[in-house]
């Protein structure tokens, strides 16, 4: 099973920009569908993103298309969540999972899909 961990949370002011990774090891990362969600303070985990492992589909939540962009480098077994125009709103931990082999162009959005998360890290968005 893909371990995960992800890194490159903390504090930005809203309009600015962070970039989380998460870097996989075991398993076979090249061939795992992979999702970011997010958990803000009283809230349920919600959906932020997810790519597949062929073809370069991506999806994201409504409230992140045109500012967050999802990407993966196989060769560094990392996924990446690029954040631009960071709102306040955004804060939450943010998790990175994978969903092990999957189809080649499949993606995923609900929670269950995934069968290994990472211990998430820290966004505070300051007004």
């Known amino acids: 099973q893909v371990q995960l961990v992800e890194s490159g949370g903390g504090l930005a002011q809203a309009g600015g920009s962070l970039r989380l990774s998460c870097a996989a090891s075991?398993?076979?990362?090249?061939?795992?569908?992979m999702g970011w969600f997010r958990q803000a303070p009283g809230k349920e985990r919600e959906f932020v993103a997810s790519?597949?492992?062929?073809?370069?589909?991506?999806a994201y939540a409504d409230f992140v298309k045109g500012r967050f962009t999802i990407s993966r480098d196989n060769a560094k077994n990392t996924v990446y969540l690029q954040m631009n125009s960071l709102k306040p709103e955004d804060t939450a931990v943010y998790y990175c999972?994978?969903?092990?082999?999957?189809?080649?162009?499949?993606?995923?959005?609900?929670?269950?899909?995934?069968?290994?998360w990472g211990q998430g890290t820290q966004v505070t968005v300051s007004s």
């Open positions: 999972a994978a969903h092990s082999q999957a189809y080649g162009f499949d993606i995923y959005s609900r929670e269950d899909d995934y069968d290994a």
């Open positions: 075991g398993g076979t990362f090249s061939r795992a569908a």
């Open positions: 790519t597949s492992w062929y073809g370069g589909n991506t």
